[in-house]
């Protein structure tokens, strides 16, 4: 087969990683197959230097996600190469583009959080891109021979949403890079104790209350929330110093892996107090570093960290007080959280980025054109 990969948003954090996850996984396994990558000018050293197979070849395409050129040129751009499919790994799949494809899906969080507060536009234009990518995804969904997901809470969410057949939606968890899980111990650079929140600062972060239960918590330890300088975080930086927590946070951009996985191995935990989330990455990589979970009690982070987290109504500001209270207290179920910690040890051992591209490679081979022109046992 010759399969295409749209590697575009490779230098992103989030589908960013997915994607370099996914290649370097791909090009370890797989030498039956083709694969063309089309990628940003930018990004086409490190794409490089992560792949080890002469079968996967590099087309320069620079052309952003979620604009126009998009919807109009990579159609003939995909078209000349021939593919017999092709893996958008985001939503943001050109609509002119009639051969086969698969598509990820990481969350539909846009469809719970609609409103104008979740982005930095003026509120006509975001409606006009929102409408966009609600034709986009419904055309995508519609004509995927798969749609692709990280976790059944997501999967779920999808068939509710978009009503498609659940046979069409295929799960595929994520995993821990090892750049971040086989870091040796490190000594914390930060000079008091400190609780982890790693993320984006988007409404459906929940962050608001988060600061609110720290507020309230009546020691010394610290909040150090790592993210991206965006127009989120910036209007994040404006809440902590409008509650006066400057003292007691610390905001941390752009950190490198190997100084994440020493924030996770000397804090107190991770708290990830979303409302939604489609996976959940920060729990897996907090456990591979032998850092204990606190996290929100919804569906996706049951699913993902099972009885190795310590849980919470993210609703309740009071009730995640009391859980930072049970951390920082040494006494109270102090027992209790150490087995949820060791717990989360094993756990993590479950998903890798192997087994995620194993899996998608299977779906590849049953979803392409080829298969269908010859099928397993035939020739041509």
Not at 12 to 33: A, C, M, P, Q
Not at 225 to 250: P, Q
Not at 259 to 274: D, G, H, R, T, W
Not at 310 to 327: A, C, G, H, Q, R
Request: charged share 25%.
């Amino acid at each position: 087969m010759k399969i295409g990969i749209d590697t575009r948003l490779w230098g992103e954090t989030g589908v960013g990683r997915y994607i370099r996850n996914l290649v370097s996984e791909l090009s370890k396994i797989d030498f039956k197959n083709s694969y063309v990558l089309f990628a940003l000018n930018k990004n086409e050293k490190n794409i490089k230097s992560a792949i080890r197979n002469s079968q996967f070849v590099i087309r320069l395409t620079d052309i952003k996600w979620h604009t126009l050129e998009e919807q109009l040129k990579f159609p003939a751009i995909l078209n000349k190469e021939n593919l017999d499919l092709i893996h958008f790994p985001y939503f943001s799949v050109p609509a002119l583009y009639n051969k086969p494809f698969v598509f990820t899906i990481h969350d539909l969080i846009i469809d719970h959080f609609p409103t104008g507060q979740a982005s930095a536009l003026p509120f006509p234009i975001y409606n006009l891109k929102r409408l966009a990518y609600n034709l986009v995804l419904s055309y995508a969904a519609k004509k995927a021979k798969k749609i692709i997901t990280v976790s059944n809470a997501t999967k779920d969410e999808i068939i509710d949403h978009l009503k498609v057949n659940p046979e069409k939606v295929a799960v595929t968890y994520e995993g821990v890079d090892d750049r971040i899980s086989n870091i040796k111990y490190q000594k914390s650079k930060i000079d008091s104790e400190y609780f982890l929140c790693v993320g984006n600062a988007y409404p459906h972060k929940n962050l608001e209350r988060l600061l609110e239960a720290f507020k309230i918590l009546d020691n010394d330890t610290k909040l150090v929330l790592v993210g991206k300088e965006d127009y989120f975080y910036k209007r994040l930086r404006s809440k902590v110093a409008g509650m006066r927590l400057s003292d007691k946070t610390i905001l941390l951009q752009n950190v490198a892996d190997e100084e994440l996985s020493s924030l996770y191995q000397n804090a107190k935990a991770l708290i990830l107090p979303s409302l939604m989330e489609g996976f959940g990455l920060p729990a897996l990589e907090a456990m591979a570093n032998k850092c204990l979970v606190l996290a929100s009690d919804i569906p996706s982070l049951r699913e993902i960290c099972g009885n190795a987290a310590l849980y919470f109504n993210p609703l309740s500001i009071d009730e995640l007080t009391k859980k930072l209270n049970m951390v920082t207290s040494h006494t109270t179920g102090y027992g209790r959280l150490e087995e949820i910690r060791k717990r989360g040890i094993e756990r993590v051992k479950l998903f890798s980025w192997r087994k995620m591209a194993r899996k998608t490679l299977k779906i590849y081979e049953s979803s392409s054109s080829a298969s269908r022109r010859y099928p397993e046992g035939h020739s041509e």
